[in-house]
């Protein structure tokens, strides 16, 4: 079992709302104390509200070699 002083990665969803702002800043904190990569993840709940939102092509660190 993985101890928590062996975290190396927080994952945080943020919509961009009041309350993912909190959230993201508790997340830097925890990431911070334990020295972890930090990704904010941004979803929504209805794709269709972002249909004008250009999202530009990006290619994505693969978490699969990650030792766990």
Known sequence: MKRIDQI???????DFSDNSKLIAESAVFMAGSFKANLVL????????????????????????????
């Open 41 to 68: 993840l941004f979803v929504v709940q209805k794709f269709e509200d972002y249909s004008g939102f250009f999202v530009p092509q990006q290619q994505f660190p693969s978490f699969a070699n990650q030792r766990s």
């Open 8 to 14: 190396q990665s927080v994952v945080t969803p943020v």
